[in-house]
């Protein structure tokens, strides 16, 4: 792991030296201070007497905006802290207990339905022949759809979402054709394949190339220019970038792949993204200390799973289509946004995406890792006013055209007739949305729209320290 707090931050907070500096209130000394410092709205935290919390992690959630955007969401949904040992097993090799099934919840209160959205190649899931579609109907004997109890919902909490390896849980499941069964999974520590599902597709019109992308982890790197090198190889004319269940991650990443899209002649000497720090930091990054400078169209690996330095293959596409979710999230729509401002067409299908043109570098501190907003970002046309989404068709600044779908729970991802995946393949010979998209491009299947649950740091904008 990457230590990333300056030094500069040790000499004000810690004196660098001496004390106990894991003491409960040295920590929250240092969360108080380090907020002040780099928080984007730092101006606008409470005061909050750190008295009053007997943890720092208590205080920490205390030291975020209270104000809304204009839709009526939190200015600041995305603070959040972890165990150190967890940020750095999932963000470097993309490993965690569970059952490697991510779930989908349609609805959280009852009628409760809660779906698997994918899967992780040789996870206990894929062993007890867990689908796209399956549904959930008990836990541990406990009525999922309609237990309205602290203790049932506690139960419930408990067995789709283990807390560690070596959890056993039943679960009573209907499958996608209707049938139901009970199985039982015992957690384990199941590592993400990120980037799956990468094929081709035959059209009259052209091949179409296909790629499920999950998460920016540091594991996406390799598996990214592998899935790259694939469709250039099968010769492509147009890309679907399936990010509905992608909430982000390393943004080098974002920037690495957007490259790989557009290519050498669209990204030369481009802005892929260019991050402003609070009003206390206007010319200085002040993690790295060095001058603020664009984060360019990375044409190189930086090194996360691929050799640093070298060369990234291109497609050197004009346009790319997207598959969109109310999961796909910061570094997934700094895709969208950074291939925008280099007049990449995008081509945006599914669901508004949740709203986060902000960033943040992990802080480590006495076992615990903070994320706090520090910085926000906008592309080449220095656009990023997205706070409340992107929404397919839409014609606020910014907006992409597209069709608003709901999600096709009734089809494998990467299946030519799943609904976002079809209406992609329609659109490029026919630019218009279906009158009822959600019936008439397939029959059969669930389709709603719901947020896949992950780990909260999947669900943001991280960047990596200078090397």
């Known amino acids: 792991m990457r230590r990333i707090a300056s030094a500069a931050l040790c000499l004000v907070l810690f004196a660098c030296g001496g004390g106990d ?5 040295e920590q929250k000394t240092f969360l108080r201070s380090w907020t002040d410092n780099l928080y984007l709205w730092y101006r606008e935290v409470p005061a909050v007497d750190p008295a009053q919390f007997s943890d720092p992690v208590g205080y920490f959630n205390q030291l975020k905006t209270p104000l809304k955007t204009a839709s009526g969401k939190d200015k600041d949904q995305f603070h959040f802290s972890m165990s150190t040992a967890d940020w750095r097993a999932l963000s470097q090799t993309g490993v965690q207990a569970g059952y490697g099934v991510t779930w989908a919840l349609l609805s959280t209160t009852p009628p409760r339905k809660a779906l698997a959205a994918y899967t ?52 009573g499941v209907k499958d996608p054709g209707g049938a139901t069964r009970t199985i039982t999974m015992i957690s384990q520590n199941v590592t993400s394949a990120p980037v799956q599902n990468v094929s081709t597709i035959d059209t009259a019109t052209g091949k179409v190339g296909y790629m499920l992308f999950n998460d920016h982890l540091a594991t996406a790197e390799k598996a990214l220019v592998d899935a790259v090198n694939q469709l250039k190889a099968a010769a492509i004319t147009d890309l679907v970038i399936d990010i509905r269940y992608n909430g982000g991650g390393y943004l080098a990443i974002a920037s690495e792949l957007a490259y790989m899209i557009a290519g050498p002649t669209r990204t030369s000497g481009k802005t892929f993204d260019q991050i402003t720090f609070n009003d206390k930091h206007p010319t200085t990054d002040p993690v790295t200390g060095q001058a603020l400078t664009p984060t360019p169209f990375y044409n190189q690996a930086v090194g996360l799973s691929v050799n640093q330095g070298v060369a990234l293959p291109t497609l050197g596409l004009g346009r790319v289509f997207v598959l969109t979710g109310s999961s796909t999230c910061s570094a997934s729509e700094a895709i969208l946004n950074g291939l925008s401002g280099v007049d990449v067409q995008v081509i945006q299908m599914g669901g508004t995406t949740c709203g986060k043109p902000y960033g943040f570098y992990p802080q480590d501190l006495c076992g615990t890792t903070y994320f706090s907003i520090e910085f926000q970002g906008v592309n080449a046309k220095g656009f990023g006013d997205y706070a409340d989404g992107f929404t397919p068709g839409a014609t606020t600044p910014g907006s992409f055209v597209g069709c608003p779908l709901t999600d096709d729970f009734g089809h494998a991802l990467g299946d030519p007739n799943e609904a976002l995946f079809a209406a992609a393949i329609a659109f490029r010979t026919s630019p218009a949305c279906v009158s009822t998209p959600t019936t008439a491009l397939v029959s059969g299947g669930l389709r709603g729209d719901g947020k896949v649950v992950k780990s909260a740091w999947q669900e943001n904008r991280i960047a990596l320290p200078s090397r």
């Open 120 to 171: 992780e190649p040789g996870s206990p899931a894929v062993a007890n022949s867990v689908t796209r579609g399956m549904e959930v109907l008990t836990v541990d004997g406990v009525d999922l759809v309609n237990a309205n109890t602290s203790a049932a919902v506690d139960a419930l909490n408990a067995g789709l979402f283990p807390s560690g390896t070596g959890q056993s849980h039943t679960f």
């Open 21 to 25: 500096q894991c003491s409960i209130t």
